[in-house]
């Protein structure tokens, strides 16, 4: 089959989830509306009071910085003469869920929790192409510039990781490590999705949010549900409702979703070009036993693209890692960063 072939062939396929995953969309969007209509319970505004852990001293101090033209909100935490230490959120997160790392590492590194562009407090660009993958890079190539400093240890999850791959690729001279928890390259995604079968149905959010409107309307439902079932686990309690609430208390706001969800309408494609990389920058991966959204045969694809990569299985977790298994996921961050003489 020709290149041109298979891309035709990718953009129908796409298209067609993307059709399908609307018209379900839609039809519980419907009936969400009906019954709220026969129960009379339309849904309430939610009080946008900011919870009381979110400014807790322990996790460091609240900043705002301008890169790349855009203004982000951070959380920095321990002493600004050791090592950097820079931590990229995912969807649908923000520096908050990087609260249990900041209090284990801030006593050895210089830790720094941003607000993606388009989360949490930071700035909020309207058009889906400022939420290109490149741009993205710009922010965390500028942001270790403003920070002063010529290297930094880049921690990541989900979305965070895939702009920490690409930052690799891109500034390897830049990092002393790269860890990617719960997260992929996009080129391994691309590849691994329209050749396994089951990683597609994983991954069916990603053809649906290229729609627009509805997949906000969806997410939005019933209280923000959609926190509740993708992080809070049955006899677990290191994410707890409170922490729920931080999250609600963000993606409450209006528009609050849509510009998350541009960061996969600005970078969905149908074609990427093969890439093979050598430079020995220590890089970890590290992915969940139980995660909803990514299959391990994910981590195969990326051995391919990298020469100096180190993969693990976190055990008895799922997708949130880093908030799940705190402890877990600390000690193989630590093993890892005392390997290579971080």
Not at 20 to 36: F, G, H, M, P
Not at 41 to 52: H, N, V
Request: charged share 25%.
């Amino acid at each position: 089959m020709s290149e041109l072939t298979k891309t035709v062939a990718l953009f129908v396929l796409s298209n067609c989830f993307t059709i399908l995953y609307s018209i379900l969309a839609l039809w519980t969007l419907t009936l969400n509306y009906v019954k709220n209509i026969f129960l009379s319970s339309s849904s309430q505004k939610r009080k946008l009071e900011p919870p009381a852990c979110l400014f807790d001293p322990k996790y460091g101090l609240h900043k705002y910085i301008k890169v790349n033209n855009v203004k982000l909100h951070y959380v920095e935490s321990g002493d600004s003469s050791k090592p950097l230490m820079l931590f990229l959120h995912g969807f649908p997160e923000f520096w908050y869920s990087w609260r249990h790392q900041i209090v284990e590492f801030q006593k050895d590194y210089w830790c720094i929790a941003i607000d993606m562009r388009g989360y949490g407090d930071s700035e909020r660009p309207e058009k889906v192409s400022d939420y290109k993958l490149d741009i993205l890079v710009e922010d965390v190539r500028d942001l270790i510039r403003q920070l002063g400093r010529e290297k930094c240890i880049l921690v990541s999850h989900d979305w965070g990781g895939i702009i920490a791959c690409r930052f690799r690729d891109v500034y390897p001279e830049v990092l002393d490590a790269v860890i990617l928890l719960a997260s992929i390259s996009r080129e391994s995604w691309f590849k691994c999705v329209f050749s396994d079968f089951k990683q597609m149905m994983k991954s069916w959010y990603v053809f649906f949010f290229r729609m627009p409107y509805i997949p906000e309307q969806l997410l939005q439902l019933n209280n923000l549900n959609v926190f509740d079932k993708s992080m809070l686990v049955p006899g677990k309690d290191s994410i707890t409702s409170k922490d729920i609430e931080c999250y609600k208390y963000w993606f409450a706001k209006d528009f609050a979703f849509t510009y998350p969800i541009n960061y996969y309408r600005a970078n969905f494609a149908y074609s990427l070009p093969e890439k093979h990389l050598e430079e020995n920058v220590p890089m970890l991966v590290a992915h969940a036993a139980n995660d909803l959204y990514i299959r391990h045969s994910i981590l195969d694809m990326m051995k391919k693209q990298y020469d100096y990569i180190e993969t693990t299985i976190v055990k008895d977790c799922r997708h949130f890692l880093q908030q799940e298994e705190p402890e877990k996921v600390n000690k193989i961050i630590r093993e890892f960063l005392i390997k290579h003489k971080l």
